[in-house]
């Protein structure tokens, strides 16, 4: 099956720090890729769509300019962010969209983010 | 507005059969997908109904009723590493295949 790896897998930080978390699929090109979040205990909420070429369309409610992300290639999707604060800690997932039969999403193990 | 729901928690016995369900309110419908998810790692795809039915695949299957809004994942001859979240999610009429999931149903399954 096609395979999406993240990096890093997990990540401390001091509040106000940057952090950028990469999510590449390995053995397919994928010119969609999602980038989600998820609570404890909660289900994945789905905080952008990130499109190889052109700018990332954000669901309501997630600030742009907070979460940058950039689709630099065909197999590369990243997500940066930006002045981190604790309440940003959370584990981030990414998908990459493959055509297959179903046109699933392949997940990312994610990245446990800790903002201290 | 939409909205997916499971049932929050479930437990089964080793060699049992379990049925969760899910039922689904969204704007305009592609698809249905149930993915499994360990606690700390990522979903993996389980299966796919676009038609009304039941789709088999070895000890698991799906069933959707797209007139209902309602799908169910039947898990067959649990074993114990069956214990994890089962979420279920409909891709829905969003463009650039986006799926809005539930908020999953953790099953504990006990020996």
């Known amino acids: 099956g096609a395979v999406v790896s993240q990096h890093p897998s997990r990540v401390i930080c001091k509040s106000g720090t940057s952090v950028k978390i990469e999510c590449r699929s390995l053995?397919?090109?994928?010119?969609?890729m999602f980038w989600y979040r998820q609570f404890p205990k909660q289900s994945l909420m789905l905080m952008a769509t990130s499109n190889e070429g052109s700018k990332a369309t954000y669901e309501q409610g997630v600030e742009k300019d907070k979460f940058l992300i950039n689709h630099a290639s065909l197999t590369l999707s990243t997500l940066t962010v930006t002045s981190a604060h604790p309440e940003d800690s959370s584990f981030y997932i990414c998908s990459a969209l493959a055509e297959t039969v179903y046109n699933e999403q392949f997940f990312g193990p994610g990245t446990r983010l800790t903002v201290l | 507005g939409q909205n997916i729901d499971q049932p929050t928690e479930m437990t089964a016995t080793e060699g049992a059969i379990v049925q969760i369900n899910c039922t689904y309110q969204?704007?305009?419908?592609?698809?249905l997908f149930w993915y499994q998810q360990h606690a700390g790692e990522a979903p993996t795809f389980l299966s796919y109904?676009?038609?009304?039915g039941l789709e088999e695949k070895g000890r698991f299957s799906s069933f959707l009723s797209r007139s209902k809004g309602y799908s169910y994942l039947l898990l067959k001859e649990l074993q114990m590493k069956d214990s994890a979240s089962y979420l279920c999610a409909v891709e829905y009429s969003g463009g650039y295949n986006k799926l809005i999931f539930g908020a999953g149903t953790r099953l504990a399954v006990h020996p």
């Open positions: 969204t704007s305009g419908f592609n698809g």
């Open positions: 053995d397919f090109q994928a010119t969609t």
């Open positions: 109904n676009v038609l009304d």
